[in-house]
């Protein structure tokens, strides 16, 4: 079945450039205006993806997204920036909301197309991966479900959140730099600074309560789970 991409942006001749050339490289895509149109067929169907246009009519980007990493349904989709802006600082914030890209209008459909792919491959699980991993029997992932338990209760993470304790777990003692962590959240476009990093594990560390403890900062060197 074809990844579903739902594509938001208030301008037709956009939406049409982005829908046209995500259907040549063979995904299904639907196109809204507005984010009320949009939050509309979330009822229907969950995209795989989302394309999101900073500028709406009815409701700033930013609220968007924010909006969708504070629902437990809809918290592990990935979000693709769409913006004329250029300013460090609101890609900083898109981010730090959990959004896991950049585009910056005009762009070339051509890397359009792949950072989408490129986005889409971060966030399947590879099979050879163990999906549930336990850390001294205190904090729970369940890679496939997207889920975090902090003794037995959920806890409610941003995608990149999640991804950040998902790899320090992955390798326990090991330490991973800044460098690595945001390798690991972006792949080669790093568009933010390494304090980006220290600020989303403020926010995991604040959202693991007591479990906090388990992560380490190593310091001049990054970030490690020691059970």
């Not at 913006?83 to 981010?95: C, P, Q, S």
Request: with cysteine.
């Amino acid at each position: 079945m074809n990844r579903f991409i739902a594509v938001v942006d208030d301008e037709p001749d956009i939406l049409e450039l982005v829908s046209i050339n995500l259907k040549k490289a063979n995904f299904a895509v639907e196109c809204f205006e507005n984010a009320e149109s949009f939050f509309r067929s979330l009822k229907q169907k969950t995209p795989d993806l989302v394309i999101l246009d900073l500028m709406l009519p009815d409701m700033d980007g930013f609220e968007v997204c924010k909006s969708l990493k504070s629902h437990n349904r809809y918290a592990s989709i990935p979000i693709i920036m769409l913006t004329a802006r250029v300013d460090e600082t609101e890609k900083v914030l898109g981010l730090e909301l959990g959004a896991d890209d950049y585009i910056t209008k005009p762009f070339s459909p051509k890397e359009m197309v792949a950072r989408v792919k490129a986005v889409l491959r971060r966030h399947r699980p590879s099979e050879d991966v163990k999906q549930l991993i336990d850390i001294a029997g205190t904090i729970f992932i369940d890679l496939e479900k997207y889920s975090v338990l902090v003794n037995d209760k959920k806890v409610d993470l941003t995608s990149t959140e999640f991804k950040i304790l998902s790899l320090l777990a992955s390798r326990k003692g090991f330490v991973f730099s800044r460098d690595a962590i945001l390798q690991h959240l972006w792949g080669s476009e790093k568009m933010v600074i390494d304090r980006t990093v220290d600020v989303h594990i403020k926010h995991l560390r604040e959202k693991l309560g007591s479990a906090a403890g388990f992560i380490k900062n190593i310091r001049g060197l990054g970030y490690k789970i020691e059970e």
